[in-house]
């Protein structure tokens, strides 16, 4: 490589990208970025009510709703990391990105990701302590452990962001700078590489792979577990409550997880711009609308949290009295 060549792929590290983004792909782009503000909004709403209901109401301050709080805090990181600067850009019709802007929100994205999934196998834990040993669960699940279990979680989520991030955005961009997504995705701009990525992305493929099967055989193991314990169960009311908590974690475990494997361990073949977008929509946007839905509507406690907060007192037969 000469040196004008090496100059060449040296200054073009530090030049903006362009985010295709979403809108280019719509016919009415204008409707879309109202709709996506709407759901941004909703979302946004959502988890911050859910994290006020489980502070405010000392009923709801158990390591399970402790660890829904958690989940709730990370899906309105996650989801302000990408849109506002999609809507931004579409308001004001320029798609640029700088490289430094570029790789934060890269580590930032890939950082909340891998901390969510860490934390739903955590979550997943404390629901087989809860049922499958009830009489030790204030002493396994204390405050302290619960502390420990989101530091893990974090510690290893940031791990993959220092690993990812800086091999990416380190990479040789000669050609195009479109990225075509619409947030500093690695697998899309890992494309946009004119070297040989190839052993960087079998790492990738890996490291995903033990990302996911780490916590996936946490949950496996834990819902095996729970699942056995429900069926030895006399109490009808107990099953059914048991099932209950535990069907609103595996909906939202299936949404996240699913989206991820698509993603990151399905084959090239599988992948189209389009299809890896609408899939980005759908674990970035939508599941962090669906989660505190997910566990407010389903869940009594919090829904008696909010009748407290706003005031209504709960029906009850005395009332009638």
């Given at each position: 490589m000469d040196l004008t060549t090496w100059m060449n792929n040296?200054?073009?590290?530090?030049?903006?990208?362009?985010?295709?983004?979403?809108f280019s792909q719509s016919k009415h782009p204008a409707l879309l970025a109202v709709v996506i503000f709407v759901v941004f909004l909703m979302a946004l709403s959502g988890n911050a009510l859910l994290i006020l209901l489980i502070l405010s109401d000392t009923h709801l301050h158990t390591p399970m709703y402790f660890f829904i709080s958690q989940l709730s805090l990370m899906d309105m990181m996650y989801i302000s990391v990408t849109v506002p600067k999609m809507l931004?850009?579409?308001?004001?019709?320029s798609h640029k990105i700088s490289a430094t802007?570029?790789?934060?929100?890269?580590?930032?994205?890939?950082?909340?990701?891998?901390?969510?999934?860490?934390?739903?196998?955590?979550?997943?834990?404390?629901?087989?302590?809860?049922?499958?040993?009830?009489?030790?669960?204030?002493?396994?699940m204390n405050h302290r452990a619960c502390l420990l279990l989101l530091s893990v979680c974090w510690l290893l989520g940031s791990l993959d962001g220092f690993m990812f991030t800086p091999v990416t955005m380190t990479f040789p961009f000669?050609?195009?700078r479109e990225i075509y997504h619409f947030f500093c995705e690695?697998?899309?701009?890992?494309?946009?590489?004119?070297?040989?990525?190839?052993?960087?992305?079998?790492?990738?493929?890996?490291?995903?792979?033990?990302?996911?099967?780490?916590?996936?055989?946490?949950?496996?193991?834990?819902?095996?577990?729970?699942?056995?314990?429900?069926?030895?169960?006399?109490?009808?009311?107990?099953?059914?409550?048991?099932?209950?908590?535990?069907?609103?974690?595996?909906?939202?475990?299936?949404?996240?997880?699913?989206?991820?494997?698509?993603t990151y361990m399905l084959p090239a073949s599988f992948h189209t711009p389009e299809k890896d977008m609408v899939v980005s929509v759908f674990y970035?946007?939508?599941?962090?609308?669906?989660n505190p839905?997910?566990?407010?509507?389903?869940?009594?406690?919090v829904t008696e949290a909010m009748k407290k907060l706003?005031?209504?007192?709960?029906?009850?037969?005395?009332?009638?009295k």
């Open positions: 040296y200054t073009g590290q530090f030049l903006d990208f362009t985010l295709v983004g979403l931004m850009d579409q308001v004001l019709g802007a570029c790789g934060m929100q890269m580590f930032l994205y890939v950082t909340l990701a891998g901390s969510e999934f860490f934390l739903l196998a955590s979550m997943s834990y404390d629901r087989y302590v809860a049922i499958c040993h009830p009489l030790r669960y204030p002493v396994l000669c050609g195009s690695v697998p899309a701009v890992t494309k946009l590489s004119c070297s040989d990525t190839w052993l960087y992305e079998t790492l990738m493929y890996v490291c995903c792979v033990l990302m996911l099967l780490i916590p996936v055989t946490v949950i496996s193991g834990s819902y095996s577990s729970i699942l056995l314990t429900v069926l030895r169960m006399n109490s009808a009311e107990g099953r059914k409550k048991a099932l209950a908590t535990c069907s609103s974690h595996m909906t939202v475990v299936t949404l996240f997880y699913g989206a991820a494997v698509y970035t946007i939508v599941t962090p609308l669906l839905l997910i566990y407010s509507f389903r869940n009594k406690n706003l005031g209504m007192k709960p029906f009850s037969q005395e009332s009638l």
